[in-house]
């Protein structure tokens, strides 16, 4: 089931794999998987959402709280690894990034 003026599957077919394909080229980049801290509470904090219609929580504090600390335990990973680097002078110059919207690729 779909929220209105949404088509199933889209997620699947076009963006994730676009952003791996991303993620692949730029090991770097950090993700944060809110939708599985989602998927994991389907049948406990999540249930009512889960099985609803809306793809909003509503600011709903109880169900926004372990997003967030999701969030915020992954910026403090990163954060401390790049502390880590930078401590052992293996931090390097971002390289420039690759034309990825290019339509002749």
């Known amino acids: 089931m779909c929220a209105p003026g949404r088509t199933h599957g889209v997620m699947e077919k076009y963006i994730n794999p676009w952003a791996l394909e991303v993620i692949k080229r730029h090991p770097e980049i950090a993700v944060c ?3 599985q ?4 509470g389907e049948n406990g904090l999540y249930k009512d959402w889960w099985h609803g219609k809306n793809v909003h929580f509503g600011h709903e504090a109880t169900l926004e709280t372990p997003l967030a600390k999701a969030l915020a335990d992954k910026v403090k990973e990163a954060l401390e690894h790049r502390q880590e680097k930078k401590a052992a002078g293996t931090i390097s110059k971002p390289k420039p990034p690759e034309d990825l919207w290019r339509s002749d690729k």
């Open 37 to 40: 801290v989602v998927k994991d």
């Open 33 to 35: 998987d809110q939708w």
